[in-house]
């Protein structure tokens, strides 16, 4: 909806009879001219700079370094030892003689010879036949005593066979054969393969190191308090009653009314209620710089009345607050609380209501001038 500003024409001269019904409420020596409107006076409050303790005195044990001293020392980092060394061999070459075939005495043999003879060879030896017979003379009636055996000789029979005889044995004759050789160098071990020992000495090396002298103490040192300046605002004058304030002559308009709910009892600002304000309000404010806005906070009906009205003004005070960080005077912003006196909706004391229904008078309002 686009705002539209008229022009508030303040009547100075008016009938007796008005003057008389609002001469309690009018301001006492208005300026001719001027616009005059009834607001919430805000408590006042100053800057001021209150030293504060930040660190006590106290003391502090501070470490005083041990004491050393350098010395030197000598560290053998190698042992002695001792070093062999190989000495190889030493070698001559020579000339030898190598029979491959050894000489030797090769026989030559000689038949023995033979002469064509014959021998006498009994074939049958000499042998005896006996040959039986009767004894004429024999008394005994019995033929076997009467037998006589006579032994009849039978002469040896010879051959003549031809056999060789030996005239000269067999023999041998001996003719020396020479071997055959050769000439192979090879080398001779002249000395053999030995050890040589030497001693090798053992290593040294000096090393600096640091040898304690006087171990660490402590000592005490006394620290002096600590004070810091913090500002702090004091009270100077106690608001809440409503007073005459001049204001720019135009008319107020339709108040607007803003999604900027709160919590139960809490009068924080939200991210998301921020970022309205700067939307709708602070574009506002900064596009005509001599508006002046009303901001006026409303509660539910839960709770006391003054509680109510203590907390609508907290949450109106919250939203000038914030303006006023954004750069809009203090001036141009008039802060009230109206508490539960002005609902939305049915939801009175002793009225069943659901939570979106208390939550719809949980608001902030605004009425630019």
């Not at 000499?126 to 039978?154: H, M, Q, T, V």
């Not at 900064?286 to 009906?301: F, I, L, P, R």
């Not at 907390?311 to 750069?327: C, D, F, P, W």
């Amino acid at each position: 909806m686009k705002s539209i500003y008229k022009p508030f024409v303040f009547l100075c001269a008016i009938s007796l009879s008005a003057q008389e019904q609002y001469l309690e409420k009018l301001p006492d020596n208005p300026d001719p001219g001027k616009c005059y409107a009834k607001c919430l006076v805000p408590d006042r409050y100053e800057i001021e700079t209150d030293s504060v303790l930040k660190v006590p005195a106290h003391d502090k044990l501070r470490v005083v370094p041990a004491q050393y001293k350098t010395v030197n020392d000598e560290v053998v980092i190698k042992p002695a030892s001792k070093k062999y060394t190989y000495i190889p061999p030493t070698f001559k070459t020579v000339v030898d003689t190598f029979w491959i075939e050894e000489p030797y005495n090769k026989q030559y043999p000689v038949e023995a010879t033979f002469e064509d003879a014959f021998e006498s060879v009994e074939v049958r030896r000499k042998s005896g036949k006996w040959l039986a017979g009767e004894n004429p003379d024999c008394p005994s009636i019995n033929p076997d005593d009467c037998r006589i055996f006579y032994c009849k000789e039978a002469p040896a029979i010879f051959r003549e066979v031809p056999v060789k005889r030996l005239v000269t044995k067999a023999t041998s004759s001996t003719k020396h054969k020479g071997g055959k050789y050769k000439l192979v160098k090879r080398e001779v071990m002249v000395t053999p393969a030995r050890t040589e020992t030497t001693d090798v000495p053992e290593v040294k090396q000096t090393v600096e190191r640091r040898v304690l002298v006087k171990d660490e103490t402590t000592k005490t040192v006394s620290i002096p308090a600590v004070y810091t300046e913090v500002e702090k605002r004091v009270l100077v004058e106690k608001g809440g009653m409503t007073a005459w304030r001049e204001v720019p002559c135009t008319l107020p308009k339709d108040a607007i009314i803003l999604p900027i709910h709160y919590e139960l009892g809490s009068a924080k600002l939200t991210t998301k209620s921020t970022r309205i304000i700067d939307k709708h309000i602070l574009s506002r404010l900064k596009q005509h710089s001599n508006a002046v806005v009303e901001v006026g906070s409303h509660t539910d009906s839960r709770g006391g009345d003054a509680s109510n009205k203590s907390l609508s003004q907290r949450r109106s005070k919250a939203v000038v607050e914030y303006l006023n960080k954004k750069g809009i005077k203090t001036s141009r912003l008039i802060d009230v609380g109206y508490g539960e006196s002005k609902l939305l909706n049915d939801c009175k004391d002793g009225v069943s209501c659901s939570e979106n229904q208390h939550a719809k008078n949980r608001r902030t309002e605004f009425k630019f001038f």
